[in-house]
């Protein structure tokens, strides 16, 4: 890799807003990838989330281990700031996918348990903090900025 590519895909300046984001997002994504690989926090782990792509959602198998791994694997990237730009881009790629599932459902989340799936209103600000950190890169206390 070129390497003032190299150095634009982690430069970033020590903006505590992009550090407050890189967390946020990282936290609130990582539980749902533990969900799909681990089990964790009542999900189904990595073969019953590969069940459910392959045979619900219809979605192939490399496509489906990407979205586990993005939303595990990356989350943790992004909370560490390692590869900030490239987590974010992943998890914006996952996050407008799995939306357009979602779209049927409306824009609300499904906190009463009324209707029968939840709307995209929570993809919505992944899109946005994704797009920021793309933007300016992962802040202070990220990996980046020591690399």
Same mark, same amino acid.
């Given at each position: 890799?070129?390497?003032?590519?190299?150095?634009?895909?982690?430069?970033?300046?020590?903006?505590?807003?992009?550090?407050?984001?890189?967390? %946020?997002?990282? %936290?609130?994504?990582?539980?749902?990838?533990?969900?799909?690989?681990?089990?964790?926090?009542?999900?189904?782990?990595?073969?019953?989330?590969?069940?459910?792509?392959?045979?619900?959602?219809? %979605?192939?198998?490399? !496509?489906?281990?990407?979205?586990?791994?993005?939303?595990?694997?990356?989350?943790?990237?992004?909370?560490?700031? !390692?590869?900030?730009?490239?987590?974010?881009?992943?998890?914006?790629?996952?996050?407008? %996918?799995?939306?357009?599932?979602?779209?049927?459902?409306?824009? &609300?989340?499904?906190?009463?348990?009324?209707?029968?799936?939840?709307?995209?209103?929570?993809?919505?600000?992944?899109?946005?903090?994704?797009?920021?950190?793309?933007?300016?890169?992962?802040?202070? &206390?990220?990996?980046?900025?020591? !690399?």
């Amino acid at each position: 890799m070129n390497a003032n590519l190299f150095h634009q895909l982690l430069s970033t300046d020590n903006n505590i807003i992009l550090t407050l984001i890189r967390i %946020v997002l990282g %936290v609130v994504v990582f539980p749902h990838g533990a969900q799909k690989l681990f089990g964790w926090f009542g999900g189904h782990g990595w073969n019953g989330s590969m069940n459910f792509f392959k045979n619900v959602v219809g %979605v192939p198998y490399l !496509l489906g281990a990407l979205s586990i791994l993005t939303e595990s694997v990356l989350a943790v990237f992004l909370v560490a700031g !390692l590869f900030t730009r490239v987590a974010a881009l992943a998890i914006l790629i996952n996050m407008i %996918v799995a939306a357009t599932m979602h779209f049927k459902n409306g824009f &609300f989340m499904n906190w009463n348990g009324n209707s029968k799936g939840e709307g995209y209103e929570f993809h919505l600000l992944t899109f946005a903090l994704s797009i920021a950190l793309i933007i300016g890169g992962g802040g202070m &206390f990220s990996l980046d900025s020591l !690399l």
